[in-house]
């Protein structure tokens, strides 16, 4: 990997499956690969997302997405995500927010009660969660008619090792659909897979193999971590995989093992100490990509560094690092993910600077 550039002032951004990256500062929207103003709003935006098109919302929650020529169209909703000629949305009617399935050409929408922050949409399937009933609800898309819902307090509950309270188990993310199964990371050290068309749990899992190394069975006291954000949905679709402390964690949905790597050995040949926990990593087809906490007593620093580095999918071994300390900068990485497309790494740090890598 060489670094390709680097901008300057970049609060958020994102890159689409066609190479198209676009990014925004406080209130004005670029097209990153060419260098192109865009469109300026008049108060801040929030981050600029892609899910079938460009969209960004602001902090009093109104939308903008960008059409197929990039040109900005103003909405009076919160968007959550594109399909085809629809659009998911939200917005207050009569002081209760509602979610809307819109047809774009022919403006005819269908309406669901109550909102979400995350939703996730497969094929004529979408499912959110259900802050109040801390359930997941499934939908016909776009016709918005009831399909299941399924109540996460059947699990029972957990103990969470961080307050140190008994609490239910809530849907963190949705990863994915494999088969017929709809995989669901949920707070609380629990993977769980429920029946696409019924909503009935299939499996979970949540306890790591007896074999596990000690200082990860330790940690959460035997289960996977409590966080289900470390957990992804990998490009081949048939895993689920994190990083954390100094292991990868995968299941292999086929078999439904849980695979535990400890990658101790590697890590420490590039004085790394740990993974840092991420709610989601880059990965190509040979690679995964993820941000480092690098051992600051080997390196004889008073801070903890941080750096991106690529992981082998085949040997399982680092094969690239770059720290964000260097050239006499105090800049370091903190919960910005890594995105690819095509042949480049796109990485945002703390100080807002973004640095687009590229495969040599």
């Known amino acids: 990997m060489k670094i390709n550039r680097k901008i300057n002032n970049v609060k958020y951004y994102s890159v689409s499956s066609q190479n198209v990256s676009m990014y925004n500062n406080l209130d004005t929207i ?13 108060i801040n935006l929030q981050e600029i997302n892609f899910n079938g098109k460009f969209y960004v919302n602001d902090i009093r929650g109104k939308g903008v997405y960008f059409n197929n ?9 919160f968007i959550h995500l594109f399909k085809d000629e629809y659009v998911l ?3 207050v009617v009569d002081d209760e927010r509602t979610t809307f399935i819109e047809n774009l050409t022919t403006n005819k929408k269908n309406e669901i009660i109550g909102s979400s922050s995350i939703y996730y949409l497969k094929n004529d ?4 969660k259900n802050f109040q009933r801390n359930s997941v609800e499934s939908y016909n898309f776009p016709n918005a008619t009831p399909l299941w819902e399924f109540d996460l307090s059947e699990l029972g509950s957990y103990f969470d090792t961080f307050s140190r309270e008994e609490k239910e188990y809530e849907v963190a993310k949705f990863l994915g659909v494999w088969q017929d199964e709809l995989l669901i990371a949920c707070n609380g050290g629990l993977i769980l897979s429920l029946s696409v068309k019924s909503g009935a749990i299939i499996r979970k899992w949540d306890t790591l193999p007896p074999n596990s190394e000690s200082t990860l069975r330790e940690v959460f006291r035997g289960y996977i971590h409590q966080s289900g954000n470390v957990f992804q949905f ?15 964690v995968e299941i292999d949905l086929e078999k439904g093992d849980i695979l535990i790597t400890h990658l101790k050995d590697t890590l420490e040949s590039h004085q790394i100490s740990a993974f840092q926990n991420k709610s989601g990593y880059a990965e190509d087809d040979t690679h995964y990509y993820t941000t480092v906490f690098l051992d600051k007593k080997k390196l004889g620093v008073n801070y903890m560094p941080t750096a991106i580095c690529s992981l082998n999918k085949t040997t399982l071994k680092i094969d690239w690092l770059y720290r964000f300390d260097t050239d006499d ?12 497309s095509n042949n480049k790494l796109y990485q945002l740090t703390q100080n807002q600077v973004l640095y687009i890598f590229e495969k040599e």
């Open 234 to 248: 990998n490009k081949n679709q048939d895993r689920i995989f994190g990083l954390y402390l100094c292991h990868l």
């Open 89 to 91: 949305y939200s917005k």
């Open 329 to 340: 900068t105090d800049d370091y990485v903190s919960v910005q993910v890594p995105q690819t």
């Open 30 to 42: 670029f097209e990153l690969d060419k260098d192109k103003f865009l469109y300026q709003h008049p």
């Open 125 to 128: 399937f979408l499912f959110r």
């Open 69 to 77: 020529l990039n040109q900005p169209i103003k909405t009076d909703y």
